[in-house]
């Protein structure tokens, strides 16, 4: 009897754990895939990344022996691959949207150069590819600030 309950509790425990390791391993999986196309692309153009991450639907990486961050889009790769020289940026900082009591709808990492700024954006409410929470993308953002600011 006790034998049995102990196969049947196993096996239930299984059932539920089952698609939850699968997803858990096909996320890492995927993840991995992402960073070494970011890693190829910046290899393409002469940059070296030695800190990289994916956010929600950003990837975004670091080269910090040229003081280069590079970062693009899931959706279309190498089409929104961009080059950002740390060396002429002026000012980093997290910008976030947030209408009157509600949730943040933008959180977005803003580069200001004297010729451009450039915006990398982590939450877009509108955006459904995006599967991670704001305030997770606000605390990375604020992350990715830190780093980048050490840079300038």
Known sequence: METSSTLIGLFILL???????????????????LKKSLQRLSTQNGVSINTSEVIGNTLIG???????LVFSYKNKLADT???????TVKECRVATFKERKQPLSRVALELKSPSA????VFYQEQ???IVT???VCLNRANYWEKIIKQQL
């Open 117 to 120: 700024t450039d915006e990398i």
């Open 127 to 129: 955006d459904d590819s």
């Open 133 to 135: 929470d704001a305030e």
């Open 62 to 68: 670091l080269d910090e022996n040229v003081h280069k």
């Open 15 to 33: 059932l539920f754990m089952g698609p939850i390791l699968f997803v858990i391993i096909k996320s890492s999986t995927t993840e991995k895939r």
């Open 81 to 87: 691959f961009k080059t950002v020289d740390l060396n």
